[in-house]
């Protein structure tokens, strides 16, 4: 019996995609079988993030009016073993589908797969309602800064609520130097905020785009350091005890800056 | 600096002349002379509203003041308002200038009061009341959330988000919180945005009422 993770953040635009693509490879490449689902109807991105886009037939919502069956709907990655993508309808919107439906189409897919990853889309509404409602577990998303951890903050909640457990924590787009100089919140403001454990964080890159763009998961080009992240974050999905790295050390100098302009 | 005992405000409807409870009848005929005396700008020919906090003061005194307010400062007074409930004094963590009634037992009416614990951390969008009592918080209060209570608000952690204690009006209210980092602090009527505390961090905070007739934050001492 497979896990159900809802890849999820509130805020848009923080690397939902991004993470639910390298981490749906990452997980592969581990051989594990992994389905990645795209619960952003009308809005569908994975399948261009993981460039599969011109191999997309069916999609979740004909698997749901029962126009093809589920497995003929999902989409192979022919560079990996055991990833696949189920891609959401472009052309309906999110009020087409019902919570029970998602559920029902994530209690097949983990019954054949190791890993359902739903990438869910931005917001608390419709849209992430149905991406929940069939997980089990929740990867919350988010960028270092004041308005993506509110709204990381506010999900939370909702997750809670939903009695979504363990929710793990990913800090993207983290840049050590911001950080040195006093200009982006550190791992413990954000931890001292959320409040929820953290499983990974991951550099700024700016890879990310020529990566979206040419439809190639960045955890393909292993020198990466943010590729190295997201490997890292699927070893600790998996159960291995990895210690994160403290991306901020960058030195002795920036340290003892760091010790005598902190008030704390 | 304003004067505490009473104090002239201009509101929507007009001009109030808010006399705080536990006050003699001379006392607060000095402290309007005083307040008065203040304004650089004549009050001639205004019309005030005056506010009681509580009903301390008699009738006849009321009327007699009303006159005086008239005779003297050309005041007309065009309502009396008194508030039913008589209001508490502050709780005595630290000197204050409210004048603590030796008859009222803090203690016995802050027990009669049914107080609620929240065992979590309050998250953005997530909303705590207890208008009756006070609300205890063990965890945060993250940005976006909101606590109110009818009396104080107790928070184990770092107060992000927004506070409203005394949400019927008590001014006595406090908030105490390890740190301060809301957005938005209310007692009573009393607002303050995004006070900053400059105590350390980690020890103990307490929000009320000051001297100067606003929200302050400084560090609890226990009584």
Same mark, same amino acid.
């Given at each position: 019996m497979g896990r159900v993770i809802v890849v999820t953040s509130g805020k848009g635009g923080v690397g939902k995609t991004t993470s639910t693509a390298n981490l749906g490879t990452a997980l592969a490449l581990l051989d594990n079988s992994v389905v990645a689902v #795209?619960? #952003?109807?009308?809005?569908?991105n994975l399948d261009i993030v993981m460039g599969l886009e011109s191999r997309v037939v069916y999609t979740s919502m004909d698997v749901i009016e029962k126009q093809c069956e589920l497995k003929k709907a999902l989409v192979k990655d022919r560079r990996v073993d055991g990833l696949m993508v189920l891609p959401a309808s472009q052309k309906n919107n999110k009020d087409d589908i019902q919570p029970e439906q998602m559920k029902a189409i994530c209690d097949k897919l983990r019954t054949m797969n190791d890993f359902v990853l739903v990438d869910s889309p931005a917001g608390i509404e419709r849209g992430f309602r149905n991406a929940s409602a069939g997980a089990d577990e929740a990867i919350v998303v988010t960028t270092p800064d004041v308005s993506a951890i509110r709204d990381a903050d506010r999900i939370i909640g909702l997750l809670q609520n939903a009695e979504i457990e363990p929710i793990n924590l990913i800090i993207n787009r983290f840049s050590p130097q911001l950080v040195g100089n006093g200009s982006m919140m550190d791992q413990a403001d954000v931890l001292d905020i959320l409040n929820i454990d953290l499983i990974g964080v991951v550099p700024e890159d700016s890879g990310v785009i020529t990566s979206t763009n040419r439809g190639i998961p960045l955890v393909y080009e292993e020198g990466s350091p943010s590729a190295q992240a997201y490997m890292r974050i699927a070893r600790r999905l998996t159960g291995q005890r990895i210690p994160i790295p403290n991306l901020e050390n960058k030195g002795l100098f920036s340290n003892l800056v760091n010790w005598f302009t902190k008030k704390r | 600096m304003s004067n505490s005992t009473v104090v002239l405000r201009a509101y929507r409807d007009g001009l109030h002349l808010i006399i705080r409870p536990h006050l003699s009848i001379t006392e607060v005929e000095a402290a309007i002379q005083q307040e008065i005396s203040r304004m650089n700008r004549s009050l001639t020919g205004a019309s005030v509203q005056i506010d009681l906090k509580s009903p301390t003061l008699k009738k006849e005194e009321i009327e007699s003041l009303s006159f005086k307010l008239q005779e003297t400062y050309?005041?007309?007074?065009?309502n009396v308002e008194i508030a039913d409930e008589p209001v508490a004094p502050p709780i005595a963590a630290a000197p204050t200038t409210h004048v603590i009634s030796p008859t009222t037992d803090i203690r016995n009416h802050q027990n009669s009061e049914p107080s609620r614990i929240v065992p979590h951390t309050i998250r953005s969008g997530q909303t705590e009341e207890c208008p009756q009592g006070s609300l205890i918080i063990y965890g945060d209060v993250n940005s976006g959330g909101e606590v109110r209570a009818g009396g104080d608000i107790v928070v184990l952690g770092t107060l992000r988000g927004k506070a409203l204690a005394g949400?019927?009006?008590?001014?006595?209210a406090v908030i105490i919180a390890m740190d301060f980092e809301p957005l938005h602090l209310q007692i009573g009527d009393y607002v303050k945005n995004s006070p900053v505390s400059q105590e350390p961090r980690g020890c103990l905070k307490i929000a009320r009422i000051g001297a100067e007739d606003a929200i302050t934050v400084e560090k609890f001492v226990k009584s």
């Open positions: #795209d619960a #952003d109807v009308g809005l569908r | 050309d005041l007309t007074v065009r949400m019927n009006g008590r001014v006595s």
